[in-house]
C-alpha cells in the first residue's frame, strides 16, 4: 500500500511540479525584458484633465462644510436630523399598530 502511495505522488505530483520549475527556470535564464517600457512613461501621451474633479468637488465642499463657522451647528443638526427620522419611524410605526387594534375592536364589536 505504501509503494503504491509512493508511486502515485512521484508520479501525480513530485514529478510534475519539478517539472514544472525547470520550465519556469529557464524562461528566467532566457527572458527578456517584460516590462513595457510604458509603464515608466517613456513614449507615453499625458494629458492635463483631471478625471477625478467631480469626486474632488464633493470632498471639498464636505471639507468647507465641516471647517466654517457653523460646522458645530451643522452637525449637530445634522445629529438632530437623525434622532427626528428615528421618532418619526417610531411613531409611525406605534399609530400603524394602534390603527390595527383598533380596527381589530371595530370588528369584533360589529360580529356581537
Same mark, same amino acid.
Given at each position: ?6 508511486? /502515485? @505522488? ?23 525584458? @517584460? ?30 462644510? @465641516? ?5 458645530? /451647528?451643522?452637525?449637530? /443638526? ?5 434622532? /427626528? ?28
Amino acid at each position: 500500500m505504501v509503494e503504491i502511495i509512493t508511486d /502515485l @505522488y512521484q508520479n501525480g505530483i513530485r514529478d510534475v511540479v519539478h517539472k514544472h520549475r525547470d520550465v519556469t527556470a529557464r524562461k528566467f535564464q532566457q527572458r527578456v525584458d @517584460y516590462v513595457d517600457m510604458s509603464a515608466f512613461g517613456v513614449n507615453h501621451d499625458f494629458d492635463d484633465i483631471d478625471h477625478f474633479a467631480e469626486d474632488s468637488k464633493k470632498i471639498a465642499d464636505q471639507i468647507d462644510m @465641516y471647517t466654517n463657522k457653523y460646522a458645530r /451647528l451643522n452637525s449637530k /443638526l445634522k445629529v438632530f436630523d437623525r434622532k /427626528l427620522k428615528y421618532y418619526e419611524f417610531c411613531l409611525c410605526s406605534l399609530t400603524s399598530r394602534y390603527d390595527e387594534r383598533m380596527q381589530a375592536v371595530i370588528v369584533k364589536e360589529q360580529g356581537m
